[in-house]
């Protein structure tokens, strides 16, 4: 910049703008992006001053679209602060992204898990329905059909060694499940 001959001046210029396309070459070479796991795919050419990048520009104006295609994203000072945060904003969006997915699977999973209990809880309550059906059935066959036939033993003058303890009937039903999330309960009580 500070060169009095105009043609020796342009010449460097130009040789900077060659610096620092060759740079952009290099960088994107490197790949650096490929080397980690959670990284935006491209890499910053930091140019410590606006005027050394616009010194660029003016001898090669397609260093910027040069640099993008390379996935090199040139960078100044001013422009630097911008990028990064960018950058750490489509982080946090990355991350609740995430953290949205994984509640989303864990909310079907247990979702799943509460149909497969549901229907476990279906099963137990038509058994213990057929069990108090049972039990009340085989109460009734005791009281008309068995115990008759037992008495006419004390009639014939037989006396037992004990005494035959009372049995109730069992009045309690199941409870019936009638929430509008158990469309299976309703097909049940049908």
Same mark, same amino acid.
């Given at each position: 910049?500070?060169?009095?001959?105009?043609?020796?001046?342009?010449?460097?210029?130009?040789?900077?703008?060659?610096?620092?396309?060759?740079?952009?070459?290099?960088?994107?070479?490197?790949?650096?992006?490929?080397?980690?796991?959670?990284?935006?795919?491209?890499?910053?050419?930091?140019?410590?001053?606006?005027?050394?990048?616009?010194?660029?520009?003016?001898?090669?104006?397609?260093?910027?679209?040069?640099?993008?295609?390379?996935?090199?994203?040139?960078?100044?000072?001013?422009?630097?602060? /911008?990028? =990064?945060?960018? +950058?750490?904003?489509?982080? %946090?969006?990355? @991350?609740?992204? #995430?953290?949205?997915? $994984?509640?989303? *699977?864990?909310?079907?999973?247990?979702?799943?898990?509460?149909?497969?209990?549901?229907?476990?809880?279906?099963?137990?309550?038509?058994?213990?329905?057929?069990?108090?059906?049972?039990?009340?059935?085989?109460?009734?066959?005791?009281?008309?059909?068995?115990?008759?036939?037992?008495?006419?033993?004390?009639?014939?003058?037989?006396?037992?060694?004990?005494?035959? /303890?009372? =049995?109730?009937? +069992?009045?309690?039903?199941? %409870?019936?499940? @009638?929430?509008? #999330?158990?469309?299976? $309960?309703?097909? *049940?009580?049908?």
């Amino acid at each position: 910049m500070s060169c009095t001959d105009e043609d020796e001046r342009a010449a460097k210029l130009r040789h900077h703008a060659r610096q620092v396309r060759d740079h952009i070459t290099k960088l994107s070479a490197k790949s650096y992006w490929s080397q980690f796991a959670a990284t935006p795919e491209f890499v910053i050419l930091f140019i410590p001053g606006e005027t050394f990048l616009s010194a660029a520009l003016e001898q090669d104006p397609s260093l910027i679209e040069e640099g993008v295609n390379q996935q090199v994203i040139i960078a100044t000072p001013t422009t630097l602060i /911008a990028l =990064l945060r960018a +950058v750490s904003y489509g982080w %946090r969006q990355e @991350t609740i992204a #995430e953290s949205a997915k $994984a509640i989303s *699977d864990l909310g079907r999973e247990l979702y799943s898990r509460l149909a497969t209990m549901t229907d476990h809880f279906a099963k137990v309550g038509r058994g213990l329905e057929t069990a108090v059906k049972s039990y009340n059935e085989t109460v009734g066959s005791l009281e008309t059909r068995v115990l008759p036939s037992a008495r006419k033993f004390k009639e014939q003058g037989i006396s037992p060694a004990a005494e035959l /303890a009372p =049995l109730n009937v +069992v009045e309690r039903s199941v %409870r019936a499940v @009638t929430v509008p #999330e158990l469309p299976a $309960a309703d097909a *049940d009580a049908a």
